[in-house]
């Protein structure tokens, strides 16, 4: 093992990798019965509860391409969860919202992800939560110069 894969940064950074991983795997089980997939959820996010965002402006917040927004709001759009509205300032790219059914189930998510935060979390003192907290953004914050 190199030098840096036993410093302490370089666990730090091999434990969100897995952490992310197991999350993901851990939020694509909540969603099951809902009928969404784990990037329906995320852009269904940005959308809630009555935001409207073009696929672009989703894709910048989200950092993922135009061209996978677009697929999974034709999901969206496809499940009758959000629906397209005219875009004053580009003719071509339509703002996307949530319909009412679409706002109902992400309450719905929502509330059975708090449920799973408050159980992760449970055994976690608050002021090692608020440190770790302010430990990733600014971990954040270094990466996207934001």
């Known amino acids: 093992m190199s030098k840096a894969a036993e410093s ?11 952490l992310f991983r197991a999350l993901s795997q851990k939020s694509s089980g ?8 784990v990037a ?15 696929v672009p402006e989703i894709a910048e917040q989200y950092k993922v391409s135009r061209q996978h927004v677009q697929v999974t709001v034709n999901s969206l759009l496809a499940s009758r969860l959000a629906v397209t509205k005219e875009n004053p300032r580009h003719k071509r790219s339509p703002l996307i919202m949530l ?5 109902e189930l ?19 003192p608050k002021n090692e939560v608020q440190i ?3 430990t990733l953004q600014s971990l954040l914050k270094e990466l996207t110069g934001g």
């Open 30 to 37: 909540n969603l099951e019965g809902f009928g969404i997939s």
């Open 40 to 54: 329906d959820r995320a852009v269904m996010e940005f959308l809630y509860p009555e935001k409207m965002l073009s």
């Open 132 to 134: 770790t907290r302010q």
């Open 99 to 103: 319909n009412a059914k679409g706002r």
């Open 106 to 124: 992400f309450s719905a998510v929502l509330e059975r992800d708090e449920e799973a935060i408050k159980l992760l979390f449970s055994h976690t």
């Open 8 to 18: 302490e940064q370089y666990q730090v950074i091999w434990l969100i990798r897995r």
